[in-house]
């Protein structure tokens, strides 16, 4: 006997699987990887999937959905939660796909590290059914750590599954699930599964921002603006400035070749990268805007190379400083 798991990488999918193994089930741990996967230093991140799978010994495999999942997060049947999550979406989607694998693998069931109650939108018994109904996985989901408060699931009505031996836990409170990894001598118990940008606030804020200008997402826009001071220029035109080396080094790297790149020349400070139609006005107020985050010379005059792509040519400006209510202004 089968079953898939989806593992965020969290403590709860990792118990979940602990669960099910221990009743002999062969267990296909299934991860998702989104633009909006963090890797930074936000807590939990997205690679904590793989770390406790070599940790635990679990049989990962890591699926990237791209463009599928951006137009899903653009236009989210269910809505957004309070940030640009849409949870119930993303749970369908993520189920479409485990649903796939399960029945190529001629695994049986899949199951979730799901906990009645414990987040506002996604796991409500409710939102639970509907995603369960949508993902056309009717009494094939099983939650083992909540499944003794729900309904049986076919695997425990045709007995593939100890009912008797799974959890009853429910709600917001954590100290069931860390005595039960102690229990299991899981060590070095994952932190809950993090890593999701669009439960950020900040970064949502930016999501909105490049939804509203371009009606659409695409895996460049969703990851340039993760890197840096955002700031909307008019309708078509937006810059992001690096905050630090790391930004600096992920802007360079992302920069399209019809994209503008910004960088002083006389003194130390960000790179920017200007997306959009840049004139010449344009082009001067990003020069003063990422002078204002440069380690000005004396003479407060920076020197800002602009080059469109990595071979255009060339462009120098004289920047001074942006006041900081202009700058203000137009971050997000
Ligand atoms: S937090 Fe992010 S990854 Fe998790 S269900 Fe919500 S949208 Fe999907």
């Given at each position: 006997?089968?079953?898939?798991?989806?593992?965020?990488?969290?403590?709860?999918?990792?118990?979940?699987?602990?669960?099910?193994?221990?009743?002999?089930?062969?267990?296909?741990?299934?991860?998702?990887?989104?633009?909006?996967?963090?890797?930074?230093?936000?807590?939990?991140?997205?690679?904590?999937?793989?770390?406790?799978?070599?940790?635990?010994?679990?049989?990962?495999?890591?699926?990237?959905?791209?463009?599928?999942?951006?137009?899903?997060?653009?236009?989210?049947?269910?809505?957004?939660?309070?940030?640009m999550n849409?949870?119930?979406?993303?749970?369908?989607?993520?189920?479409?796909?485990?649903?796939?694998?399960?029945?190529?693998?001629?695994?049986?069931?899949?199951?979730?590290?799901?906990?009645?109650?414990?987040?506002?939108?996604?796991?409500?018994?409710?939102?639970?059914?509907?995603?369960?109904?949508?993902?056309?996985?009717?009494?094939?989901?099983?939650?083992?750590?909540?499944?003794?408060?729900?309904?049986?699931?076919?695997p425990?009505?045709?007995?593939?599954?100890?009912?008797?031996?799974?959890?009853?836990?429910?709600?917001?409170?954590?100290?069931?699930?860390?005595a039960?990894?102690?229990?299991?001598?899981?060590?070095?118990?994952?932190?809950?599964?993090?890593?999701?940008?669009?439960?950020?606030?900040?970064?949502?804020?930016?999501?909105?921002?490049?939804?509203?200008?371009?009606?659409?997402?695409?895996?460049?826009?969703?990851?340039?603006?993760k890197?840096?001071?955002?700031?909307?220029?008019?309708?078509?035109?937006?810059?992001?400035?690096?905050?630090?080396?790391?930004?600096?080094?992920?802007?360079?790297?992302?920069?399209?070749p019809?994209?503008?790149?910004?960088?002083?020349?006389?003194?130390?400070?960000?790179?920017?990268?200007?997306?959009?139609?840049?004139?010449?006005?344009?082009?001067?107020?990003?020069?003063?805007?990422?002078?204002?985050?440069?380690?000005?010379?004396?003479?407060?005059?920076?020197?800002?190379?602009?080059?469109?792509?990595?071979?255009?040519?060339?462009e120098?400006?004289?920047?001074?400083?942006?006041?900081?209510?202009?700058?203000?202004?137009?971050?997000?």
């Amino acid at each position: 006997m089968k079953c898939i798991a989806l593992l965020s990488g969290g403590l709860d999918s990792c118990l979940a699987v602990k669960v099910v193994a221990e009743q002999g089930i062969e267990v296909l741990a299934f991860n998702f990887q989104t633009a909006f996967c963090s890797t930074g230093s936000k807590g939990a991140s997205c690679g904590d999937a793989t770390r406790i799978s070599d940790q635990e010994k679990f049989n990962l495999k890591v699926i990237h959905i791209g463009q599928e999942y951006l137009d899903m997060v653009a236009k989210p049947k269910h809505g957004w939660g309070k940030n640009m999550n849409p949870c119930i979406d993303c749970r369908i989607l993520m189920l479409n796909k485990a649903k796939e694998y399960m029945e190529v693998t001629g695994a049986k069931f899949i199951i979730t590290g799901e906990v009645l109650g414990q987040r506002p939108l996604s796991q409500h018994w409710r939102a639970m059914k509907d995603v369960e109904r949508e993902s056309g996985l009717e009494g094939l989901l099983l939650r083992p750590l909540s499944a003794r408060l729900m309904p049986p699931t076919i695997p425990e009505i045709k007995g593939w599954i100890d009912r008797d031996k799974l959890c009853a836990i429910e709600g917001r409170q954590r100290k069931e699930q860390f005595a039960m990894a102690k229990a299991y001598g899981v060590e070095n118990p994952p932190t809950p599964a993090g890593g999701c940008l669009l439960t950020d606030p900040a970064y949502s804020d930016r999501l909105r921002d490049v939804l509203e200008h371009t009606g659409g997402l695409t895996v460049h826009l969703a990851q340039v603006i993760k890197y840096g001071r955002y700031l909307r220029l008019d309708a078509k035109t937006f810059t992001v400035i690096g905050r630090n080396q790391e930004d600096n080094f992920h802007l360079e790297a992302l920069q399209l070749p019809d994209e503008w790149k910004f960088r002083p020349l006389n003194c130390m400070g960000p790179v920017a990268l200007g997306n959009g139609p840049l004139d010449d006005t344009a082009k001067r107020s990003i020069a003063s805007m990422l002078a204002r985050y440069a380690d000005r010379p004396a003479d407060g005059i920076v020197q800002v190379e602009a080059r469109q792509g990595r071979e255009g040519a060339p462009e120098l400006f004289f920047a001074t400083a942006a006041e900081p209510e202009a700058v203000g202004a137009v971050r997000v």
